[in-house]
């Protein structure tokens, strides 16, 4: 079992709040990620992180921001939640020296925009 | 850019084996991995094939060959909690997956 975590596992929120997307891991992992995943789509990588302090742009534009303080949290941002924003959010960290491409995911967090 | 190519729905019989097949379009990568996915639920790492030939990691086996831009996942003695989602994935980069848009497997008594 991966000990990964996110918070909350479902939220549904009205236009134009400000909302935050817990994602917590246990396993020391430096490299940490979100994927933005529609129902019965493929994922989409959003963010990600090499490390502390460390965040990049993903393959999908995102209005979306991250930080990375610690190694083991790896929170997201919306400042003002629209619609298109619906969707499922997917954490996933891995080790740094992985040469398998293995990510370890989180249950996810689904966002709904009303 | 990548391109992966997977069938969007596949139906088989419990106890029987499926072929999941991939082909993709790419300029170079490391490796070609897939993940399987519950409906809610969280995508979990299955096999990763860096170099042609054949991966067997229990009831799954996964295949890649270069020359031919494809690979594939086998799941042989089907059981009806192999129901979900496989994707198929390129590591372009240390941090780059690409992902499929993912076969739904669907296990019928």
């Known amino acids: 079992e991966a000990d990964i975590y996110q918070t909350p596992r479902y939220l549904v929120i009205g236009t134009g709040k400000k909302i935050t997307l817990e994602c917590s891991q246990t396993m020391g992992h430096d490299k940490m990620y979100w994927y933005q995943q529609d129902p019965g789509m493929e994922l989409h990588l959003i963010h990600y992180?090499?490390?502390?302090?460390?965040?990049e742009k993903g393959d999908l534009s995102s209005e979306s921001t991250v930080s990375r303080i610690r190694t083991e949290h790896f929170p997201l941002t919306l400042e003002s939640a629209r619609p298109s924003h619906t969707s499922q959010y997917l954490c996933a960290s891995s080790a740094a020296r992985t040469n398998t491409g293995e990510l370890f995911f989180g249950e996810g967090s689904r966002l709904t925009v009303l | 850019g990548q391109s992966l190519e997977q069938p969007s729905e596949v139906t088989a019989v419990e106890g029987a084996i499926v072929q999941i097949n991939c082909t993709y379009q790419?300029?170079?990568?490391?490796?070609l991995s897939w993940y399987q996915q519950h409906d809610g639920g969280a995508p979990t790492f299955l096999s990763y094939n860096a170099l042609d030939g054949l991966e067997e990691t229990g009831r799954f086996s996964s295949f890649l060959s270069r020359s031919d831009s494809y690979g594939y996942l086998l799941l042989q003695e089907l059981q009806m909690k192999d129901s979900a989602s496989y994707f198929c994935?390129?590591?372009?980069?240390?941090?780059?997956?690409?992902f499929g848009t993912g076969t739904r497997l669907t296990v019928i008594p």
């Open positions: 790419t300029s170079g990568f490391y490796g």
């Open positions: 994935v390129l590591q372009t980069g240390a941090n780059n997956l690409f």
């Open positions: 992180s090499y490390g502390v302090n460390s965040t």
